[in-house]
């Protein structure tokens, strides 16, 4: 019932950009919070950037401040994430997931997620 849809993935040249947009359906977007993770090969999967049910607030992990910025449209039910300056480091699976809490700290606090979306980033 609950769909979360990610696209814009793709392969970049380093310091390129890359919008992802998460289209969910069969929720009721608004009461929801959202948030986007990454998996690289061989490593756990990561916290990338979260923002509220309103899009008034937004968080950001440390290595993606300044060059990432997610925002969302609740009359679209859609979230994105905006991609700058993007490094080979930044090369993942991307995710999008839903939570229905006001706090969310991990992954394991949100109620579903999406399919991810290949990110590539070459030197």
């Known amino acids: 019932q609950v769909q979360l849809v990610e696209s814009g993935g793709g392969l970049v040249q380093a310091g390129g950009s890359l919008r992802l947009s998460c289209a969910a359906s069969g929720l009721t977007f608004r009461s929801y919070a959202m948030g986007w993770f990454r998996q690289a090969p061989g490593k756990e999967r990561e916290f990338v950037s979260d923002i509220n049910r309103s899009g008034s607030s937004t968080n950001y992990v440390d290595s993606v401040k300044g060059r990432f910025t997610i925002s969302r449209d609740n009359a679209k039910n859609t979230v994105d994430l905006q991609m700058n300056s993007l490094k080979p480091e930044d090369t993942a699976v991307y995710y999008c997931?839903?939570?229905?809490?006001?706090?969310?700290?991990?992954?394991?606090?949100?109620?579903?997620w999406g399919q991810g979306t290949q990110v590539t980033v070459s030197s």
């Open positions: 997931a839903a939570t229905s809490r006001f706090y969310y700290y991990t992954g394991t606090d949100y109620d579903y």
